[in-house]
């Protein structure tokens, strides 16, 4: 059983938490590190966009500067996301790294069988959802992430809890998603609400939202810490993988790419 490296990094920007993730794939890809579980949150809250979303047709940047919300675009694709309170996970391993494969959906499926385990662990009752699949709710919340459930993504009562995204390169891949502790309804549909929304439509994009979204401190009695939940994703994926996490930091040079690249990539990479 491969030991794999276990990061967990403290709340950064938007552009430097996409920069570590793009710099441990190629490190990963390159070999020249193990396997990673990387845990991380973000500081200010921030926007990211799917790589080929553009402009303000996809998120309304008057909004973000009000709020004093960052905006970056991230490597993998899929819709704009929210990043507040949250855990935000990166698996990243060769696709010959056991149990993976090049499949893209038999890994979505093993990352999402342990995502399941961690919600259950922490008593919030959920389901896989099988397919991609569209519904109404996609029509009328399009920009936002959260709205559409896709393969393997992490459902309660039809409202999704969990979305992730994969990039492979070089015959290795990563795959990112927040498990969201809370989550404001009003301000995620008016920073995700394209710039020429009609105003008279919040109300029901919003009605929309509180249909098809989820968090985990809305299913509990008791709310649970950021800290909590990092265990029990830590817990699952050991158990479910199987592997063995040694717990780590990023190396110098890592943290050096990651630094270029979030202010020469990241920085204004929505734009």
């Given amino acids: 059983m491969q030991s794999w490296r276990l990061i967990r990094n ?20 390159q070999a020249r590190s193990a396997p990673v579980v990387r845990l991380y949150r973000w500081q200010p809250a921030a926007v990211s966009l799917g790589y080929a979303q553009r402009g303000e047709g996809q998120v309304s940047f008057e909004a973000c500067r009000r709020h004093g919300i960052d905006v970056v675009r991230r490597l993998t694709g899929g819709r704009a996301v929210l990043h507040q309170r949250e855990i935000t996970y990166a698996v990243i391993a060769r696709e010959d790294t056991p149990p993976f494969s090049s499949s893209i959906l038999d890994n979505y499926r093993l990352i999402a069988d342990a995502l399941l385990a961690a919600y259950r662990s922490l008593e919030v009752q959920c389901t896989l959802e099988p397919r991609r699949r569209r519904t109404e709710y996609v ?133």
């Fill in 139 to 271: 029509r009328e919340a399009s920009n936002v992430c959260f709205a559409a459930p896709s393969s393997y993504e992490i459902v309660r009562s039809g409202r999704k809890l969990t979305g992730s995204a994969q990039k492979r390169q070089g015959g290795a891949f990563l795959q990112h998603g927040s498990l969201p502790l809370e989550m404001d309804l009003d301000l995620l549909w008016e920073v995700l609400s394209p710039a020429e929304q009609d105003p008279d439509s919040g109300e029901k994009g919003r009605r929309v939202l509180e249909e098809s979204v989820d968090w985990i401190n809305r299913l509990r009695s008791e709310p649970v810490s950021d800290t909590q939940v990092e265990k029990a994703l830590i817990h699952s994926f050991v158990d479910c993988l199987p592997i063995r996490l040694k717990e780590d930091c990023l190396r110098e040079h890592e943290w050096a790419r990651a630094g270029n690249l979030a202010s020469t990539k990241y920085a204004k990479s929505w734009e």
């Fill in 10 to 29: 403290e709340p950064m920007s938007g552009a430097l938490n996409m920069a570590v993730d793009e710099v441990l794939l190629d490190e990963v890809a």
